[in-house]
């Protein structure tokens, strides 16, 4: 995703473009809505990812927080795990590194990335919690890594010119030291290998739904910053929804990646796919997508959604105008007060808006904007499976 599924793209790229565009601002506030939880599963404390494009790590590690709990059956919060984001993150850089040299640089290096990078690490590296390695050493109490993120990139496309006409074998030696410097280095005693978990890193599958490749299928998901090539499986629209539904009906949580530059993506709260032209913002992570704090709309007519089929889904892929945005972590399911459906959604912006850092998505924003969900195979309908070919 694109920095953070999930990923945020390089700000310095979108300011450019949007600087001069106002931000348009959707006519929908949560103060218009009152929201009945259906379904609500066990997630772990809300985190702020600040200035780094890593919302795909932060949604993923929720997403497996929540599997380990339901896994263990724990039911005290106090014994939830929380998960290094940096260790993963560190991982992530050093394995992008050493693929983009193999790739002689055509391969995306920044910050945003997809579940499957962090699925790889775990299976690959482990884990780490969080009281055991912060990975932040260059004074900042949350993520900052504008700096960070331009001397790795800047390092291995020194590396990529292979002045020498032969590569060393100790230019990776110093990607480490470059990590080691910014995130310190790894209390290697502290390291969670993933079957200690108590889950199983080959039970998780991808999904998504285009026409572009034939149904019941798998492929890599078409987003730069899936440089892991991961592939997800592609399903019919109905069937996509009903594998978010059977799994969070069933006490399966879901890893959500997709475009969150609609104006109907608030700062407030709320998630809902109204018909005006997306634009983004530029700033931090937030404000690149919901605009600044002091953006509220003047007045709060009722608001009408789009209607979301498999054709018009195709056709906002195909356009751009759904986009590799954001990662977040679907956990249950609500209703507003004119019995509309919608998804409780974990957001990595902190405890903020109306919700204190949670998104209630409504059914069509999710049908029209999800790019792909990772979800635990039993949370799958057996029918959905077995037209796959996976037990």
Partial sequence: MKKIVVSAVLCCLVMTATQAQPRQVAPVHSDDYQFTTVKELPITSIKNQFRSGTCWCFSTLSFLESEVIRAKGLKDPAQYP?????????????????????????????????????IEVGKTYGFINQADYSGLQYGYDLPVQGELDAVLKGYVEAVVKNPNRKLTKVWPKGVEGILDAYMGEIPQDKVIKADQLGINLDDYIGFTSYTHHPFYTAFAMEVEDNWR?????NVPLDEF??????????????????????????????????????????????????????????????????????????EMYDEKTSTDDHGMHLYGIAKDQNGQKYYLIKNSWGVTGNYDGIWYMSENFVKGKTLNILVHKKAVPKEILKKIGIK
């Fill in 241 to 314: 929804m009903a594998i978010i539904d059977n799994a969070v009906n069933n006490g399966y949580t879901v890893a959500w990646g997709g475009d969150v530059s609609e104006p109907g993506f608030t700062r407030d709260g709320l998630a809902i796919l109204v018909d005006m032209e997306a634009l983004s913002a530029p700033g931090s992570d937030q404000e690149r997508w919901v605009g600044k704090a002091d953006e509220k709309p003047a007045e709060k007519p009722t608001v009408k959604e789009i209607q979301v089929t498999q054709e018009l889904r195709q």
């Fill in 82 to 118: 929380d998960f290094s984001e940096m260790f993963v993150i560190r991982k992530a850089y050093y394995d992008r590194a050493i693929k983009y040299v193999r790739l002689d640089g055509k391969l995306n290096f920044a910050a945003g990335s997809d579940f499957g990078d962090v």
């Fill in 229 to 233: 090539w991961t592939p997800s499986w």
